[in-house]
């Protein structure tokens, strides 16, 4: 199933999920950050889960956890409660990342130009980075990544703007 909405789900995999009760060996997907514990309350120690996180059903989950997995399983009931999907049943290979620029971003696709940037070959190399455009899109430009904000001028010209909005305009003249 896919979702055509510009939420940074759009990655979900068209793969046909189980429906019905669970079983020990299924898995469960995560979309957003949860803290969970998908074992025995008291015994198991709650987690924070990630994006791109994939976790197999025990037992004991099923016995334990069911409102995980009516959550897994109920869209609707997580937009209710979070806004978003962040739980879904079944294994989907999904970015950890959900936008360019995003820290996770960053370090994931710095670290697939250093391994293409270690290759010898030059056109072995070249496909590479190709294959790292494709799949994180262009790096951020030098002008974007070290442009210097003048943070201060910034919040002056609006506090100036500010008053200028709520007091009009004032001509002072010297004496």
């Not at 590479?128 to 990544?145: N, T």
Request: no cysteine; hydrophobic share 35%; proline share 5%.
């Amino acid at each position: 199933m896919t979702m055509d909405t510009d939420d940074g789900y759009d990655d979900l995999l068209a793969e046909p999920t189980p429906t019905g009760p669970w079983s020990p060996g299924e898995w469960v997907t995560i979309f957003g950050t949860i803290t969970a514990n998908f074992g025995v309350p008291f015994l198991d120690i709650s987690k924070v889960y990630a994006r791109g996180d994939v976790v197999q059903i025990t037992e004991a989950t099923i016995q334990h956890q069911g409102y995980l997995l009516t959550l897994a399983d109920d869209e609707q009931a997580q937009l209710n409660r979070w806004g978003e999907v962040r739980i879904r049943r079944g294994r989907h290979e999904i970015e950890r990342w959900t936008k360019p620029g995003d820290p996770i971003w960053t370090i994931e696709h710095s670290e697939a130009r250093r391994v293409a940037l270690a290759v010898v070959d030059h056109d072995e190399r070249n496909a590479a980075l190709r294959a790292v455009r494709d799949r994180f899109g262009a790096a951020p430009s030098a002008d974007s990544a070290f442009s210097y904000k003048d943070l201060a001028a910034e919040r002056r010209a609006s506090d100036d703007a500010a008053l200028r909005r709520t007091h009009g305009r004032h001509t002072y003249a010297s004496s």
